[in-house]
């Protein structure tokens, strides 16, 4: 408790009673919501002052260790809340305190190690475009205003490539 402690340790004039009673409240104020307006009042001074005692830096640096302090005083009756009603079926709570044990996450990390390989029946780019461009020529001569036929396409690509490399790989052939 870094501000706070500095704060506790200051000479009574260098920190006003009010302040002093503003981080009392904070202090004991625990899990309970608190308005500003509550707070002052209980602190004994107005809101305004409240207001501009917490645009001070430093105030606000103690103000906030002091509520996180007192939370933190809460924290141990509130997994025992969460875990009772984890044991009576909610499955949010459950999920939670399982969470918080590390016994579960939904994140899961897979780290895969694979050589990827692919192999081409052609030797070159230019005998794959040849044959491409052979391919696409043979087809628009034979079927030019014509539907073309899936399964016939296929077979007239296969004889295209076996042509091709009877052929050398020369467009034409």
Do not use: W
Request: include cysteine; aromatic fraction near 6%; proline fraction near 2%.
């Amino acid at each position: 408790m870094g501000e706070l402690a500095n704060f506790q340790e200051k000479a009574p004039d260098e920190v006003g009673q009010r302040q002093r009673n503003i981080l009392k409240v904070a202090t004991e104020a625990g899990h309970r919501r608190m308005t500003p307006h509550d707070l002052a009042e209980q602190a004994g001074c107005s809101v305004s002052f409240l207001c501009e005692q917490l645009q001070d830096r430093q105030f606000r640096a103690m103000f906030n260790e002091a509520m996180q302090g007192a939370v933190a005083v809460e924290v141990p009756e509130i997994l025992n809340t969460f875990a009772q009603k984890a044991k009576d079926g909610s499955f949010k709570h459950g999920k939670l305190i399982l969470e918080v044990a590390g016994a579960y996450s939904e994140k899961s990390e897979v780290n895969i190690n694979a050589n990827i390989t692919h192999e081409s029946p052609f030797g070159t780019e230019e005998e794959r475009k040849a044959f491409l461009e052979a391919s696409i020529a043979r087809i628009r001569g034979e079927n030019e205003g014509e539907i073309i036929d899936v399964e016939t396409q296929e077979e007239t690509q296969e004889e295209a490539q076996e042509e091709f490399y009877e052929d050398g790989g020369r467009e034409g052939g």
